[in-house]
């Protein structure tokens, strides 16, 4: 057990909280649901604790089109008509056409897997309802064969889901639970020192500087997240931008340069020049939300 | 021994379970949280949170209850007078300590910066947020109480350390957000779907496919269904015009949403109240009027009736004749209204009006009677609680 303590990575900064919420669910073996704005690494989570852990990892990405029954297992009855119609044998054999879905490979892993069920809150409403009991007791009935399926460890889920939907009260009771909150800019300089390990110093603190402050702007509907600071320095730097560039402290109050990399949404862009266009022709007080 | 925690927790309205404080207490005989209270901490929200709108409660209610003693000790102190704690200082302080004090302007000096502090908890708490005012965090705190506070102070830094972490109550923005957007109320509209297969079969029915198939020797006997879709019906009557003007967008949302929604959805505009007509082109709103029988003749009782508008108006607008302010009315609001909810017995008032508001409003509280209470504020809770009525 000694060994299976997550403690962030090389490329991961995880919090205290974070870190403490991980290592209980892999303790305890129950799934453990992150919730957090959108390009806070939720998903890349875990990826990071197979990694860490050195464990397989299996992905499950959810639609709004993904049934439950996807994950554990699909019968392939188009193919098995297609067949017996041809007069193929393996027509015989139901199992044939029995697919395995990413929880059942999950299960079959000799070694204790990581499972990533990803963004559960796209799913229709009563997804989480419907595998409650594969989750809790680890296996699974297949009706067509007849055979009982069970894990032979139990793995490490971990849940994401960006809040579209409410997940059932029975569901949440069976997992551990974290936030990840936005980082502050001390967190978010060790991210970015993470990703950039070369980055001169100045060029961050003016980065970051100038991305918070575009954080800060009242109204907009998608405030930039980590993962666009990280494609936003990246494109400083292939860019060579000086760090000069970057201060809006000036009455000038420039736009920061590349500033499409931060703004994802077309009515921000607009929201965010017009504003700046103000302070301009004011040359007045720093915006403040 | 969490027992009480426990129960202070769900006493605080948090939904926590039985099995949820078992997963805890496992999580700990493992030794998961032997460190330092701090992990405790964490380990408890993980186990005992599952939703982020519940973190600053959570926070609280922790530090409530594991701070309820320091809590206590900070009130007491409110109340010594200063001779008393300059005595005891003195008493503890190291002639180095003391020469540092007075460095900083001496004692006094201090003592005034302290109750400086204590005014201004004074005034946080007429703010009406005792936790706060009690917390106990701020460096005189700790200081008045204890001598080595004091030196704490003086160290600035390590004293901010020093701060809990569940008192930096980092969530509180998150309690019960009021943000609306299209793609939140879809979510909570998406609650009202029912479905059913209507029309024309253009869809491979795999399952009777196989059956039939199977009966008929092994010759493919091809079944169709027609596509499963959103049955629910909705008459959206929206008030429009006046004092709703300061809701255009909440309403614009609202009304977006529930077209992409709802494949049979009716809409219709009405001014304060609802009368013997209503429209559905603001632009011809004098010229092509709907009048009210006709839509409840014409849409069955099964659609579910929702309203949305903020009620605010003269209540002689809902009770007599001839009230409206735009035309003569030869029958009252009151009557139209009890006339819909005769025919279409599922029904809601949707207010963008905040909550706290309706009791001040004398025509609110007057729809809200004829309504029979089903009222909701247009927010995401207040649709969730509307559309539990509903069904």
Known sequence: MENTRFNGTSTYIATDDLTMAVNAAVTLERPILIKGEPGTGKTQLAIEVAQSLSKPLYEWHIKSTTKAQQGLYEYDAVARLRDSQLGEDRVHDIANYIVRGKLWEAFESDEQPVLLIDEIDKADIEFPNDLLQELDRMEFYVYETKKLVTAKTRPIIVITSNNEKELPDAFLRRCFFHYIKFPDEKTMAKIVDVHFPNLKKNLLSEALNAFFKVRDVPGLKKKPSTSELLDWIKLLLAEDIPPEALRTENASKAIPPLYGALLKNEQDVHLFERLVFLDRSKAGGPQRS | MLIPFFFMLRDG?????????????????????????????????????????????????????????????????????????????????????????????????????????????????????????????????????????????????????????????????????VELGTRNIKVALRRLRKFAREGAADQLDLEDTIDKTARNGGMLDIRMVPERHNAVKVLLCLDIGGSMDDHVRICEEMFSAARSEFKHLEYFYFHNFIYESMWKDNRRRHQKRIPTLDITHKYGTDYKLVFVGDATMSPYEIVYAGGSVEHWNDEPGAVWIKRLLNTYPKAIWLNPEPRARWEFTPSVKLTRELMDDRMYPLTIAGLDEGIKALH
């Open chain 2, 13 to 177: 309205g948090m939904k926590t379970s039985i099995t949820e404080l078992l997963t805890l207490l496992d999580a700990m005989k493992r030794g998961l949280a032997a460190e330092s209270v701090d992990d405790f901490y964490y380990l408890a929200r993980a186990a005992l949170v599952k939703d982020e709108s519940q973190l600053d409660r959570f926070d609280r209610i922790f530090g409530a209850y594991f701070k309820g003693i320091e809590d206590s000790l900070v009130d007491l102190f409110a109340d010594i007078p200063d001779e008393w704690l300059q005595h005891q200082a003195e008493l503890f302080l190291t002639d180095e300590e003391r020469a540092q004090i007075e460095a900083m302007g001496g004692f006094e000096e201090l003592m005034k910066a302290l109750a400086e502090r204590l005014d201004e908890q004074d005034e946080r708490h007429e703010g009406g947020n005792k936790w706060i005012g009690t917390a106990g965090t701020s460096p005189f705190g700790a200081y008045g109480y204890n001598p080595e506070g004091v030196r704490m102070g003086q160290a600035g830094s390590r004293n901010r350390s020093a701060v809990k972490v569940w008192d930096k109550r980092n969530y509180r923005n998150l309690d019960d957000s």
